[in-house]
């Protein structure tokens, strides 16, 4: 039972019987396996050939799995595809079948995504849990996202903390194993902080969270620029901000990690205090420029982007290295731009006051290769149970995705 848990694990998401695979893996009746798994994973364009060396022997055995990877490689761990698209596994323990079955569906999967007609995308649709009402571990977050058909999950600091590290490099395996990648996640300083002690401490949390990012192959973090102060005018706030930023991404640089800003668009956030602040891609660009730092960039958010009243050439004059993450949403109906609120939202390509197609297909003609979160702020949503609330984000995302596609 264990190892058919393992399994069931690992090939969660196709479209498999698991009534039909339970009989088959109580027997071990590797052709029918074949055979099933053929159709299911791959249909009929694709068949397997398998040859067993091992003995016949069903102990699972990591010195066999091991000598598998170094001898074949790969990321099928020994198998490999023909010309003619035929799947071709030899030299594999059963247990290895089924691990390597399981990567080739992923792979088929984000072929099937990424590869067809024109689609040439490289960024990943991403589940961050918090941004839609969701709650739940970073192993929960890991399962919904293959069920659902996300792409990349958010390095929750928290949850890594408290793994020990070898559970975290079993983790971080088994994203692998699945297809995905990380997301990106918020940093814990105060990018805004007028005071010099508790900024100071900040960037102590900074480094050790840093290092367990670094730890765990979590290459994006991000903050987002308040687009107003009540008492510091623009140049000074900009001063400050341009120090707390180039200190920040120092640490983060240390620890091969990239640092994304957000500036925030909307009008009625950036006069909501005395002292108006960056809101805008350009400016945003120039404080990045001032802060000398390389590994400063942007994090791109359709709703600000459509709230600056910015175009597809805005985005154009970026490279990929420019942005570091995205988010993705659309704007109620029957509300000009300037009256929009921040905090009430859509989800993408449900109400289509927001062109995201045109956000996308910039970001596809300049390589980028981050990930890509729904941010809907959207109350109904986050009402729902985390079932249905992913699924109609999962949904909403691939209508989206499909637009480019």
């Given at each position: ?17 698991k009534a039909t695979l339970t ?173 010099e002690d508790a900024f100071t ?44 930023i180039r200190r920040a991404a ?156």
């Open positions: 039972m264990e190892r058919l848990t393992w399994i069931y694990q690992r090939i969660s998401a196709a479209t498999v019987d009989k088959l893996f109580s027997t071990f009746d590797l052709d029918a396996i074949r055979d099933r798994l053929t159709g299911a994973l791959f249909g009929d364009a694709y068949s397997f050939e398998m040859v067993f060396v091992d003995g016949g022997s069903t102990e699972d055995s990591p010195e066999l799995l091991e000598r598998s990877h170094r001898r074949y490689g790969g990321a099928l761990g020994g198998a490999g595809i023909t010309e003619a698209g035929r799947l071709q596994m030899k030299h594999l323990t059963r247990r290895g079948f089924m691990a390597s079955a399981a990567a080739a569906a992923i792979t088929a999967r984000a072929a099937g995504a990424k590869g067809s007609g024109k689609t040439k995308r490289k960024f990943t649709m991403a589940l961050i849990g918090s941004a839609i009402g969701v709650k739940g571990s970073i192993r929960q977050q890991l399962e919904w996202a293959t069920k659902y058909g996300f792409e990349s999950i958010e390095p929750s600091l928290g949850d890594l903390r408290r793994m020990p590290t070898t559970a975290v490099y079993e983790f971080t395996a088994e994203m692998k194993e699945r297809g995905l990648q990380w997301a990106v996640t918020g940093v814990p300083v105060n990018i805004r902080e007028q005071s401490a900040q960037l102590k949390g900074l480094e050790a969270a840093a290092k367990v990012w670094q730890s765990a192959g979590a290459t994006r973090v991000k903050s987002a620029i308040m687009s107003f102060h009540q008492d510091l005018n623009y140049l000074d706030n900009f001063r400050l901000h341009t120090d707390r120092e640490v983060l640089n240390t620890h091969g990690l990239r640092f994304g800003l957000e500036y925030l668009a909307s009008k009625l956030l950036w006069t909501l205090q005395r002292h108006p602040f960056v809101h805008t891609m350009a400016e945003t660009r120039e404080l990045i420029e001032r802060t000398g730092a390389d590994n400063v960039g942007l994090v791109l958010d359709s709703w600000h982007w459509y709230c600056s009243r910015e175009t597809e050439a805005d985005i154009l004059a970026l490279s990929n290295k420019d942005v570091i993450s995205c988010d993705l949403n659309d704007a109620p109906t029957g509300i000009a731009i300037d009256d929009q609120v921040d905090s009430i939202r859509a989800l993408p390509a449900t109400t289509g006051v927001i062109d995201v197609k045109t956000f996308l297909n910039a970001l596809i003609q300049i390589g980028y290769d981050g990930s890509i979160m729904a941010e809907p702020f959207d109350n109904a949503l986050n009402a729902l149970g985390n079932e249905e609330a992913l699924q109609r984000t999962a949904e909403a995302m691939k209508k989206t995705f499909a637009l480019v596609e």
